[in-house]
């Protein structure tokens, strides 16, 4: 999968290279390579397994064609605010699951700010509020999914895993900020009156 993966790498290098050469022919060739990408990671993700640790979890589902995630996140750093490992779980169409997997790809590594913002311009993107080049660029792999807004019944697809760990990393950043008020309180002696 990742002499695959980088594979793919270079051969989107080499296409921006030769764009102002080609460039009737460019759109038409990252379109097949995204596509190569999108089911790659759905036939065989590596990202689709259980950690042995975990500090959340949550399920989405897509009752309109069944997909069925659940995707664990495990936090790391001095504050537990850095997206340590992730990993999913379930069934579902290919669009969910490569989604799925890509997302888990970009996000692993961030912080929790880096990753609620990457999160919010990989929906903006499929809902057409965000056509920035620049702005796309921190999706990486992800911006294989840019022209899924054009298939309507495909979007929910694609957004479910995105959604998923929206929901995580706002259950995390309340927890946190939980903890901290926990932490003060005890610290002060002010939780058991003392």
């Keep these: ?20 050469k080609r460039k009737v022919n460019l759109m ?10 999108i089911m790659e990671h759905s036939m ?6 259980k950690l042995d640790t975990r500090d959340f979890k949550k399920k989405g589902h ?13 936090l790391g750093g001095e504050n537990k605010d850095i997206i340590e490992d992730m ?18 790809d970009v996000l692993k590594g961030k912080t929790i700010k ?3 913002d990457i999160v919010k311009t990989f929906i903006e993107m499929i809902k ?9 660029k921190k999706l990486e792999e992800a911006i294989a999914f840019k022209n899924i807004s054009n298939m309507p019944a495909r ?7 995105w959604h998923t760990i929206e929901d995580i990393l706002k259950r995390s950043v309340n927890l946190s900020k939980e903890t901290c008020l926990l932490t003060d309180l005890l610290t002060k002696g002010e939780l058991y009156g003392k």
């Design 1 to 20: 999968m990742i002499c695959l993966k980088n594979i793919l790498r270079n051969k989107i290098i080499r296409l921006m290279k030769t764009y102002i």
């Design 28 to 37: 038409e060739d990252l379109t097949d390579i995204y596509n190569d990408l």
């Design 44 to 49: 065989n993700s590596y990202n689709k397994k």
């Design 62 to 74: 897509n009752p309109n064609c069944g997909d069925e995630i659940e995707i664990e996140i495990k």
């Design 87 to 104: 990993a999913f779980s379930g069934h579902g169409c290919a669009i969910s699951q490569s989604s799925t997997s890509i997302m888990i």
């Design 114 to 116: 880096e990753a609620k």
């Design 128 to 136: 057409r509020e965000i056509k920035d080049e620049e702005e796309l």
């Design 155 to 161: 979007v929910k697809c694609a957004l479910l895993a």
